[in-house]
């Protein structure tokens, strides 16, 4: 079946470092990706997505590129800040009929000043 | 727009007691899911609608869960009789299927507590 494996955290940074969240999956067809992040106490909201291979997708610093030979999204952030502190779910999603999204585990983040 | 709401917020219950869950949906979305979040399992999917009417249900833990979506605007997730087990946070999401690829939008849970 279709999945999502991510690093596991938490991931504990300094104020302005890099940041790399590492995400492969696993689809039997050709799977849209996304970033979702939750920050405490809320839902999750959609942080960034990308539709077909080399699609680089990006917001508030953060991006990620489609890789399909190596079937893998990889989150990164070139200087973190405090208020990047929050969970980051890697999730793909497949066209047509049932258009269920298939989360990871979920990665903790802590930005620390 | 208001975003997906969900009530209450918190709940907390004795075992034993029924616990109802409830959840509208983005005006204009025809889809909804129903998730719990805990630390050891991560976000499972308990149950899809579209257009009203559930599609998937295999993650539905047991028969003491159930869900309906008696409109586009509202659904209700019941749990009868709870257990301690049972204690996590419920997520809502709705979304526009039809295109791809498309975003779930969440609402901000109610944390269960059953003790």
New interface residues.
């Given amino acids: 079946g279709d999945s999502v494996t991510q690093m596991e955290g938490p991931v504990t940074l300094s104020e302005e470092a890099f940041l790399t969240i590492n995400c492969t999956y696993t689809a039997t067809g050709y799977p849209s990706l996304f970033w979702y992040v939750q920050y405490p106490g809320e839902g999750l909201q959609l942080l960034l997505k990308a539709t077909k291979a080399d699609d680089k997708g990006s917001n508030k610093g953060f991006e990620a590129t489609y890789r399909k030979e190596t079937t893998s999204f990889h989150l990164e952030k070139g200087s973190v800040q405090v208020s990047d502190s929050a969970v980051y779910f890697c999730a793909l999603s497949l066209s047509g009929g049932y258009q269920k999204v298939t989360f990871g585990i979920g990665t903790k983040l802590q930005v620390i000043p | 727009d208001a975003g997906?709401i969900q009530s209450p917020r918190h709940e907390v219950t004795e075992m034993g007691q029924e616990v109802t869950l409830r959840c509208k949906p983005i005006s204009g979305h025809n889809?909804l899911f129903w998730y719990r979040q805990t630390m050891m399992r991560?976000?499972e999917?308990l149950i899809?609608f579209?257009n009203n009417v559930p599609?998937?249900d295999s993650g539905m833990p047991e028969d003491r869960f159930s869900a309906k979506m008696p409109n586009a605007s509202f659904s209700t997730l019941k749990i009868q009789p709870s257990e301690p087990r049972d204690s996590a946070v419920y997520?809502c999401?709705s979304?526009l299927?039809g295109g791809?690829?498309?975003?779930?939008?969440?609402?901000?849970?109610t944390r269960l507590t059953v003790t």
């Fill in positions: 997906v889809s991560g976000l999917l899809y579209n599609i998937d997520f999401a979304s299927s791809a690829p498309y975003e779930q939008y969440f609402g901000p849970g």
